[in-house]
């Protein structure tokens, strides 16, 4: 089966310009999930999908990052206007609506605002 | 909410010998607990996972203990190989409405020939 796909790979921009970013969960995975992972951390979420609907956001800036899941397969996560600090990759993961499930993780953006 | 934290923050072991890592989690109702390996510039990997009706899983060489009492669990590797040489990550979660998985802070593990 295919795994998670982002696009694009590695991304440099300079501060206060926008960016985005798109994920392709597996195919049949409800649930998407965006995380944030600056070097040396672990991932933090920023929002979470189940379908088309927003299951949690409560960590996502929402005075500049936005995400979307339109028709509750694809998504994109868009920064505007980016700062030093978004520097970090991120990642989408998937997994199936069920509990207890495996989220499985795409290769990751690597975001460099400079 | 929920935080994880994770120790030792690096850890080097020589080829052979077991390496621990220990996370303990604030939330009583977390339920859930994977661990995932992260190989340098790659995308973290489930290795194990356990939940909260059992005490411990193991699978090779890998094992997983937990303790809901104390709210901490472990990763036990034995019989460390080079390529066990990783990001260990653990998480906890509530396994209700989609897992919103919580992630301490990451253990380099070196596994040195």
């Not at chain 1, 696009?7 to 995380?35: D, M």
């Not at chain 1, 979420?45 to 990052?65: A, H, Y």
């Amino acid at each position: 089966e295919a795994g998670v796909a982002q696009s694009p790979r590695y991304k440099i921009i300079e501060k206060r310009q926008s960016v985005a970013f798109w994920c392709n969960p597996i195919s049949g995975h409800a649930t998407l999930y965006w995380y944030q992972q600056i070097l040396g951390q672990g991932p933090k979420l920023l929002i979470q999908f189940q379908n088309n609907g927003v299951v949690d956001d409560s960590q996502l800036p929402k005075d500049r990052f936005s995400a979307e899941r339109l028709k509750g397969v694809d998504s994109t996560l868009k920064i505007q206007p980016a700062k030093l600090e978004d520097s970090a990759v991120y990642l989408c993961a998937s997994s199936l609506v069920a509990v207890f499930n495996e989220q499985f993780f795409g290769p990751g953006t690597r975001l460099t605002v400079l | 909410g929920e935080n994880v934290e994770q120790h030792p923050s690096t850890l080097s072991v020589q080829e052979g010998d077991s390496a621990v890592i220990k996370c303990t989690y604030s939330d009583s109702a977390s339920n859930y607990f994977p661990w995932y390996k992260q190989e340098l510039g790659k995308r973290p990997q489930l290795i194990i996972d356990i939940r909260s009706n059992v005490g411990e899983k193991k699978d090779q060489r890998i094992a997983v203990t937990l303790n809901k009492t104390a709210k901490h669990f472990s990763l036990h590797i034995t019989e460390t190989q080079p390529e066990d040489s990783a990001v260990y990550f653990c998480a906890a979660s509530r396994a209700l409405g989609g897992q919103n998985f919580v992630f301490g802070p990451g253990t380099r593990l070196s596994v040195l020939p």
